[in-house]
C-alpha cells in the first residue's frame, strides 16, 4: 500500500482539509507540516560609513533571506521559530581606522568583533545561540571610531536556522 510520500501526493490523497488532529498539533508546536523550515539570510554593506557607539548596522544589501526573518527597515533578523542558530559578521576596517562591532541578541552583548586597519584588515566572529521564536539579533557599533571600509561583500552580517525545537 503506498502513501504516495516518495511521489510528492498528499499522505491522505482523499482528504481537502487538515485532519483536526494535525491542526492541533501544529497549533501545539507553533509550526506548520508544510514549512520547510529553511530560515538563512546574508545582509552586506554597500558603502563604507563611520558609525558612533551603540548603532545598528545598516546592512542594506540582502543577498539571501530564506523565511523572511531579516528586517531590512531595523536591519535586525527576527527568529521566525523557536531553535539553534548560527550568526556569523564578518567586518572590513578603513586604512588607519579600527572597527569594533557586537552581534546583540535583544538587547544583550553576544560576541564582538575587531578589526585595525593597517591594510584594509577584516575580523570575523560565530556564534551559536537558542532563540525563541520573535527572539531579535542585530550587529552594532561599540565605540565612537568604528568606521566600515566601503564596497560590497566586505561587510556582511548572516545567520540561519541550524535547528528548530520541536
Same mark, same amino acid.
Given at each position: 500500500?503506498?502513501?504516495?510520500?516518495?511521489?510528492?501526493?498528499?499522505?491522505?490523497?482523499?482528504?481537502?482539509?487538515?485532519?483536526?488532529?494535525?491542526?492541533?498539533?501544529?497549533?501545539?508546536?507553533?509550526?506548520?507540516?508544510?514549512?520547510?523550515?529553511?530560515?538563512?539570510?546574508?545582509?552586506?554593506? $554597500?558603502?563604507?560609513? &563611520?558609525? !558612533?557607539?551603540?548603532?545598528?548596522?545598516? #546592512?542594506?544589501?540582502? +543577498? %539571501?533571506?530564506?523565511? *523572511?526573518?531579516?528586517? $531590512?527597515?531595523?536591519? &535586525?533578523? !527576527?527568529?521566525?521559530?523557536?531553535?539553534? #542558530?548560527?550568526?556569523? +559578521? %564578518?567586518?572590513?576596517? *578603513?586604512?588607519?581606522?579600527?572597527?569594533?562591532?557586537?552581534?546583540?541578541?535583544?538587547?544583550?552583548?553576544?560576541?564582538?568583533?575587531?578589526? %585595525?586597519?593597517?591594510?584594509?584588515?577584516?575580523?570575523?566572529?560565530?556564534?551559536?545561540?537558542?532563540?525563541?521564536?520573535?527572539?531579535?539579533?542585530?550587529?552594532?557599533?561599540?565605540?565612537?571610531?568604528?568606521?566600515?571600509?566601503?564596497?560590497?561583500?566586505?561587510?556582511?552580517?548572516?545567520?540561519?536556522?541550524?535547528?528548530?525545537?520541536?
Amino acid at each position: 500500500m503506498s502513501f504516495g510520500l516518495s511521489c510528492g501526493l498528499p499522505i491522505f490523497p482523499n482528504v481537502t482539509e487538515k485532519p483536526a488532529y494535525v491542526q492541533l498539533l501544529e497549533q501545539k508546536l507553533d509550526i506548520s507540516i508544510n514549512d520547510s523550515q529553511q530560515i538563512a539570510f546574508t545582509a552586506c554593506r $554597500t558603502t563604507g560609513v &563611520q558609525l !558612533s557607539n551603540g548603532q545598528t548596522v545598516a #546592512y542594506d544589501h540582502v +543577498v %539571501t533571506n530564506l523565511g *523572511g526573518g531579516y528586517d $531590512t527597515n531595523q536591519f &535586525q533578523f !527576527s527568529a521566525p521559530l523557536s531553535g539553534l #542558530y548560527q550568526f556569523t +559578521v %564578518t567586518v572590513m576596517s *578603513g586604512m588607519n581606522t579600527i572597527i569594533h562591532l557586537r552581534i546583540v541578541k535583544n538587547g544583550s552583548e553576544l560576541v564582538k568583533v575587531f578589526s %585595525t586597519g593597517h591594510w584594509d584588515e577584516t575580523g570575523t566572529n560565530v556564534v551559536n545561540v537558542h532563540l525563541h521564536k520573535n527572539d531579535r539579533v542585530w550587529v552594532q557599533a561599540m565605540d565612537t571610531s568604528s568606521s566600515l571600509e566601503g564596497g560590497f561583500g566586505y561587510n556582511c552580517f548572516s545567520g540561519n536556522l541550524i535547528q528548530a525545537d520541536v
